[in-house]
C-alpha cells in the first residue's frame, strides 16, 4: 500500500511461508511481514523505526534456527543487524561499520552471520563467530557495489560473492 513496501527483499521459510523485509517510506521504518496461510493474512511488524530513506535490507533465514534476519544501513549509513529470537526482534546492532548495500548470508556449516557491505567505494565482509562480529575486511577497495553473497552448502561452507566492479561490470 501507497510507499509501504518499497524495496523488498523475500524469502520462503521451512514451512514455504513467503516474508518479506521491506521500507515503510511513510514512516521511515523498517518493517517484516509474513503471509499466514491459515488465516488469511499478512502480518507485519515494526524491525527498527525511523531508520532513514532508502535502508536497502538484506533478509535471510538462520538454518539452525529457522528464524529471519536482516542487514540493512541506517539513516547515517551505519551497518546494522536484527534478529528474530521467536517472539520479537529485539534490539537492532550497530556493527560499527558504514554501509550503502549490503547482503546477508549464514554459514551453513555453523549457522553464524556475515554480511558483505559496501562502504563508500571498498567491498567489505563482515562475520560473526558464535560470540562476537569480527572487524571488516576490506576485500576490494576499487568498488563493492551491489554485494550479493552466499555460503557454498557443501563442506566447510565457503562464501563467496558477486558484485558490480570499477568497470561496472
Known amino acids: 500500500a501507497a510507499d509501504q513496501g518499497s524495496r523488498p527483499k523475500l524469502i520462503f521459510d521451512a514451512q514455504n511461508r513467503p516474508m518479506i523485509a521491506h521500507e515503510d517510506k511513510n514512516d521511515v521504518d523498517l518493517v517484516f511481514s509474513v503471509y ?6 499478512w502480518a507485519t511488524g515494526l524491525v527498527d523505526d525511523n531508520v532513514g530513506f532508502d535502508n ?3 533478509l535471510a533465514l538462520n538454518p539452525t534456527t529457522g528464524h ?3 542487514s540493512y544501513h541506517r539513516a547515517g549509513q551505519r551497518l546494522m543487524y536484527a534478529q528474530w529470537d521467536g517472539y520479537s526482534w529485539g534490539v537492532p546492532e550497530d556493527l560499527g561499520e558504514t554501509s550503502v548495500e549490503s547482503s ?3 554459514d551453513p556449516a555453523d549457522g553464524n552471520p556475515a554480511i558483505a557491505f559496501r562502504d563508500g567505494y571498498k567491498l567489505m565482509f563482515k562475520w560473526h563467530d558464535g ?3 569480527l572487524p571488516g575486511v576490506i576485500l576490494d577497495a576499487a568498488n563493492g557495489g ?4 552466499v555460503f557454498n552448502e557443501y ?3 565457503w562464501p563467496a560473492i558477486s558484485y558490480l566492479g570499477d568497470t561496472y561490470g
Do not use: E, K, T, Y
Request: no cysteine; aromatic share 8%; hydrophobic share 45%.
Open 131 to 133: 560470540d562476537a562480529w
Open 56 to 58: 536497502r535490507p538484506s
Open 68 to 70: 529471519p534476519a536482516i
Open 146 to 149: 551491489h554485494p550479493s553473497l
Open 36 to 41: 499466514d496461510a491459515q488465516i488469511g493474512v
Open 155 to 157: 563442506g566447510d561452507g
Open 104 to 106: 546477508l548470508a549464514f
